[in-house]
């Protein structure tokens, strides 16, 4: 009975991130800063209120509301995603999902930083993920050591598409820690080399402990 409640908060979650997404999708045309508004609420209430929250008991009971940074518009960008020409898959063990398996895509290029990966789950349900690790990563005051998510659309994390052929909005006002970030007992894909960055990225959820 326990096994499947807990099936049933996560489905609820997960539906409440798609559906807090396409939100922020839909207003984000106009009004990126509103949107990322909507994103930041969003989240502070599920975080607060949910069962399936990864907040431990006792950051739960003390939570006032998710470490974000201040929208700053020029940290969102629309990019062509640049294909790979040579297969390359990565296997990464989680503690929920067992092994799961990436398939890279290809690159995005940031102006005055560099380029980050793009993958592919192989698994069911397919879907784009992007975590990226930059400068910040385990500074007091930064962004958390193991990097952080930008996309992870199987789960509902996903900006749209940009207007030109093969591009991606990729706006890092929006990137968020994983669940290891706030519970041990995690085990996440995190920001491999081709992920990460020397560049300070100053936006989107940073990490306080």
Not at 9 to 20: A, C, K, S
Not at 32 to 44: I, N, Q, T, V
Not at 85 to 100: A, F, N, Q
Request: net charge negative; hydrophobic share 35%; aromatic share 10%.
């Amino acid at each position: 009975m326990g096994s499947t409640l807990g099936a049933l908060q996560v489905t609820d979650w997960r539906r409440r991130v798609f559906g807090l997404y396409a939100g922020v999708r839909q207003l984000s045309v106009h009004d990126p800063a509103a949107g990322h508004e909507l994103w930041r609420s969003g989240r502070d209430e599920l975080f607060a209120g949910h069962p399936s929250s990864p907040l431990l008991p006792d950051d739960r009971s003390a939570f006032t509301g998710l470490p974000v940074a201040p929208y700053d518009p020029d940290w969102r960008f629309e990019l062509e995603v640049r294909r790979t020409e040579e297969p390359h898959r990565l296997s990464v063990e989680t503690g929920t999902d067992g092994v799961v398996t990436f398939a890279l895509v290809g690159t995005v290029r940031l102006p005055y930083v560099g380029t980050l990966d793009v993958w592919r789950h192989t698994g069911y349900g397919g879907g784009l993920f992007l975590p990226v690790r930059d400068g910040l990563a385990g500074q007091p005051g930064g962004t958390y050591g193991g990097g952080r998510y930008l996309l992870d659309t199987i789960k509902g994390a996903d900006l749209g598409p940009g207007a030109g052929d093969d591009t991606l909005v990729l706006d890092f006002n929006f990137a968020y820690n994983p669940s290891c970030a706030y519970d041990p007992s995690w085990e996440c894909p995190l920001a491999q080399p081709g992920n990460t960055v020397t560049t300070p990225i100053p936006v989107g959820e940073l990490y306080s402990r």
